[in-house]
C-alpha cells in the first residue's frame, strides 16, 4: 500500500563527532594497490571499482556511508543521493528526518532515480515530509511507471482503478497490474487475480486467477494465502481441497491474519481439513478477537468446550506466538465472552455451519509502497 528541495548537508554532517562520522572506516577504506594486483588486472582485466558508500551501507555502517555518499551527492550523482534519503526516511545512524529525506529524493529524482522519484511519490502520496498531494504523487508515480520501476506500475493500476488522479479504465489497469504480477510482485499478483476472477477490466478467468492469487501466497502475502485458502475450500478456480485449505488458512494465522485465525479456528472447531481440536480453535478465536474480530457462529462451536481447555486456550493466546512458560502465573480467565449484536452473515463460517466467503474486495486503490 500505501512516502522532497534542498540545500548543502555537508557541513551540518562534517559537525559530528569524528570516531561516529568514521566507524570503523577502515573496514572499508580502498585498499593501496601492489604488484600482486596489478599482474591480477593483466590476467583477469581491470577489477570494478569499490562502491565505498554502498559497501559501508551494506555492511550497516550507516554514518560512514554518508560520509563517503555527501561529496559525490553534492556534485549531483543520483544514486547518492537517494542512499542520503533513504538514511533520513528510515533513521539509520541519524535522526529520523522525512523533510531531509524529502529533499534528498527530489534532487535524485530530478537526475533521474527512478526508486527515489517512486519514493518521492511516496511521500506526497501521504504527506510525509512534504504536504499531501495525490496529484503530484500521481504525476510522480507515472513517471517512475513510464521508466519501467515495477511498484510505480502497480501503484499506478491503483490509481486508474480509483480514476480520479489518473484516467479510470480498468482495462488500463488489468495491463499494469499483470506486468507488475509477471514481475512477481505479490501484492500485483493478489490483486491481477482477483480482477481476472472478477471480470474487472479483462474476461473472467476463474483458473489463471486462482494461479496468480497461489503465486502470491507462496511469496506469504497473507491476505492472498487467505483467498486462495477460501478458493480451495469452495472449490473455485482449483479443485476442492479442505486439508489444503486448512493449511494455507494456518500459515495466514501464524501471520497474525485475523479473518485467517478466525477461519482457521472454525476448521479446527469441527475437524474438517484437520484434526478436532476445541482448544486450538479457542485459541485462534481469542487471537482474533483481540483484533475486534468476533463471531457468533465460533462461539456455538466452541460451546461445548470443557472450562479447564478454555483456561489453557487464553493462556496460550496470551503468550503467543512463543509457547507458555512454565512457571507462568495462573491469572483469572474469562471463560463465557460476550458475543457482539452482528449477524452471523458478516462472518460466515466454513465447515459444517457455513462456506468461508469467497474473496470479493476489489484491489485497493491507495497507492502503496509494495
Known sequence: MSKPRFRHLALLILLLPLPAVAQ?????????????????????????????????????????????????????????????????????????????????????????????????????QEGVGVPKNRARAADLFSKAAEAGYIPAKYNMALLHIEGVYASPSLATAAALMKEAADAELPEAQYDYGTMLIEGAGLPPDPEAGARYIERAAIQNLPAAQVDYATLLYMGKGVDKDVEAAASWYARAAEAGNAVAQNRYAKLLAVGEGVPLDL????????????????????????????????????????????????????????????????????????????????????????PQNP
Open 279 to 366: 482448544e486450538g480453535a479457542a485459541m485462534w478465536r481469542a487471537l482474533s478477537r483481540r483484533q475486534g474480530l468476533n463471531d457468533r457462529s465460533l462461539d456455538r462451536l466452541l460451546i461445548s468446550i470443557p472450562p479447564q481447555d478454555l483456561a489453557r486456550a487464553e493462556e496460550r493466546a496470551r503468550f503467543w506466538p512463543s509457547p507458555v512458560p512454565s512457571d507462568a502465573p495462573t491469572i483469572e480467565t474469562i471463560l463465557e465472552i460476550p458475543t457482539t449484536t452482528a449477524p452471523d452473515s458478516e462472518n460466515p463460517a466454513p465447515a459444517s455451519e457455513a462456506d468461508p466467503e469467497a474473496p470479493d474486495a476489489p484491489p485497493s486503490s491507495e
Open 24 to 124: 570503523d572506516a577502515a573496514v572499508v577504506a580502498a585498499p593501496q594497490e601492489n604488484p600482486g594486483e596489478r599482474i591480477s588486472d593483466q590476467v583477469f582485466g581491470p577489477r570494478v571499482p569499490t562502491d565505498l558508500a554502498f559497501g559501508a551501507f551494506q555492511r550497516g555502517y550507516f554514518l560512514t556511508a554518508l560520509e563517503f555518499a555527501l561529496p559525490r551527492a553534492e556534485q549531483g550523482d543520483a544514486a547518492a543521493q537517494t542512499l542520503i534519503a533513504e538514511i533520513y526516511a528510515k533513521g539509520l545512524g541519524v535522526a529520523q528526518n522525512d523533510q531531509r529525506a524529502a529533499s534528498w529524493y527530489q534532487l535524485a529524482s530530478n537526475n533521474g532515480n527512478m526508486l527515489a522519484t517512486f519514493e518521492l511519490a511516496l511521500l506526497y
